[in-house]
Nanobody, 126 residues
């Protein structure tokens, strides 16, 4: 599976950004077999699962740190998952990665262990 992120950038605190991730090369599977997710990693910190969505039924789950501010969504016809980030805080600054796998983790924190991930896109909040 290939994942390509876009949409990162620099924004002031309280601002918004929308990240996109286009998925392709599923092999014998299809997009809706996968859970698509976002995790982030800041310098010197551990990876943090942010949000995930079931490619099939669209169910979502979030880290407590972003609930009410971030929204994950998808366009199945475009094999694309989005992360709308509102009310950004300096502590949200990190490199954000799109990740995918066919298993459903028991907690969003585990999405950083998904088998497939993109190259990441930087988000900086000042």
């Amino acid at each position: 599976v290939q994942l390509v992120e876009s949409g990162g950038g620099s924004v002031q605190a309280g601002g918004s950004l929308r990240l996109s991730c286009v998925a392709s090369r599923f092999g014998s599977c299809t997009y809706n077999w996968y859970d698509l997710s976002w995790f982030r990693q800041a310098p010197g910190k551990e990876r943090e699962g942010v949000a995930a969505i079931d490619g099939g039924d669209g169910s979502t789950y979030y880290a407590d740190s972003v609930k009410g501010r971030f929204t994950i969504s998808q366009e199945n016809a475009k094999n694309t998952v989005y992360l709308q980030m509102n009310g950004l805080k300096p502590e949200d600054s990190a490199k954000y990665y799109c990740a995918a796998d066919v298993w459903r983790p028991s907690a969003v924190s585990l999405v950083s262990y998904f088998s497939y991930r993109g190259q990441g896109t930087q988000v900086t909040v000042s």
